[in-house]
């Protein structure tokens, strides 16, 4: 499968525990988003890296969200001391960085849900 | 602010029925506007992709338009399936971006019923 892969698909924690979802983009694509996504809105941007470099990182919701591309390839995203409101999708996607479009494909989401 | 905008909310149709999605965009200048479909629990998938000079883009059953002067775009589905079921989202890119500044609409979920 050439696709963008996230795992787990489905996180159920309790409020206060630190969560961490991991995400392969298509190999030959140096440029890795993160998004998240409640219901019935569309994604909301987070962060967006270049390779190994975490190029925007303003748009966290707060310190309690960090993400790492240690080596270019995979990605991370951990949420620290989870709240409720972090209940929702995340989405990872991942771009050539090149052509017309930098067309980003989306991976299937990891299903957050904090009790 | 730059706003995307769709309409309806929500739509039932029967199937084999055609339908139209509105998207309603205030980003300016804006480098590409796109069509994504995303079923319940999923990733979005792309649809179409059309840049400000492209007034019409084709994929199949979907046909999205875009009228720049207007700031107007619509995805039309033709002969709808029950696997048209979904939420699609307009997605505009404004321009000088690195693709960082997506501006997404909430989308309109279409259910077709047999």
């Known amino acids: 499968d050439t696709g963008v892969s996230q795992d787990p698909r489905h996180k159920i924690t309790k409020r206060g525990q630190n969560v961490t979802f991991r995400c392969d983009p298509i190999?030959?694509?140096?440029?890795l988003y993160w998004y998240r996504q409640t219901l019935g809105q569309g994604p909301e941007f987070l962060t967006y890296?270049?390779?190994?470099?975490?190029?925007?990182k303003s748009r966290l919701l707060s310190d309690r969200f960090s993400a790492e591309r240690p080596k270019g390839s995979f990605s991370t995203l951990e949420i620290q001391r989870t709240e409720q409101g972090d209940s929702a999708m995340y989405l990872c996607?991942?771009?050539?960085?090149?052509?017309?479009?930098?067309?980003?494909?989306f991976g299937p989401g990891t299903r957050l849900t904090v009790l | 602010k730059n706003q995307v905008e769709q309409s309806p909310q929500s739509l039932i149709i029967l199937e084999g029925k055609n339908c139209t999605l509105q998207?309603?965009?205030?980003?300016?200048?804006?480098?590409?506007l796109r069509w994504y479909k995303q079923d319940t629990g999923r990733g979005p998938v792309s649809l179409t992709i059309?840049?400000?000079?492209?007034n019409t883009k084709s994929n199949g059953r979907y046909t999205a338009t875009l009228d720049a002067d207007t700031k107007q775009s619509s995805l039309h589905i033709t002969a709808s399936q029950l696997s048209d079921s979904a939420s699609y989202i307009c997605?505009?890119?404004?321009?000088?971006?690195?693709?960082?500044?997506?501006?997404f609409g909430k989308g309109t979920t279409l259910s077709v019923s047999s």
């Open positions: 996607a991942s771009s050539s960085g090149t052509g017309a479009y930098n067309e980003q494909f």
């Open positions: 190999s030959e694509h140096n440029r």
């Open positions: 890296f270049q390779n190994e470099a975490q190029l925007e």
């Open positions: 998207c309603n965009y205030t980003v300016s200048p804006f480098s590409n």
């Open positions: 059309m840049t400000f000079s492209e």
């Open positions: 997605v505009v890119t404004p321009l000088n971006q690195a693709g960082t500044a997506l501006i």
